[in-house]
């Protein structure tokens, strides 16, 4: 899943600058707003990634929270069928007559 992430973002960045290198050969302003431009969107570019970030380390910390969660519950269920088993087992009795 994570790499499913990181070719998105990686797709996105290569988008951004591609984009922006096209912006500057067709682009129908002077040097000066042109520079404008690309610094905006650079800004604008700049704040997507560390929103995706972000959101990936919230994801990363909320996998990772479960990812414990799981392993606790694991523990305590082996744990808990260690002692069972531990335990010297009575024979049950027959229910049938005569036996």
Do not use: C, H, W
Not at 6 to 20: C, E, M, N, P, Q
Not at 55 to 63: F, K, M, V
Request: hydrophobic residues 30%; aromatic residues 6%.
């Amino acid at each position: 899943m994570t790499e499913k992430i990181d070719s998105s973002a990686g797709y996105f960045l290569t988008g951004l600058v591609i984009g922006a290198a096209i912006s500057m050969f067709f682009a129908p302003k002077s040097g000066e707003g042109t520079r404008k431009y690309l610094s905006k969107k650079l800004n604008q570019g700049k704040k997507q990634a560390r929103k995706t970030a972000r959101e990936l380390s919230e994801r990363a910390d909320d996998l990772l929270e479960r990812g414990k969660e799981i392993v606790n519950e694991t523990k305590e269920e082996i744990a808990a069928q260690l002692d069972e088993a531990g335990k010297p087992q009575t024979p049950e009795k027959s229910k049938a007559k005569g036996v």
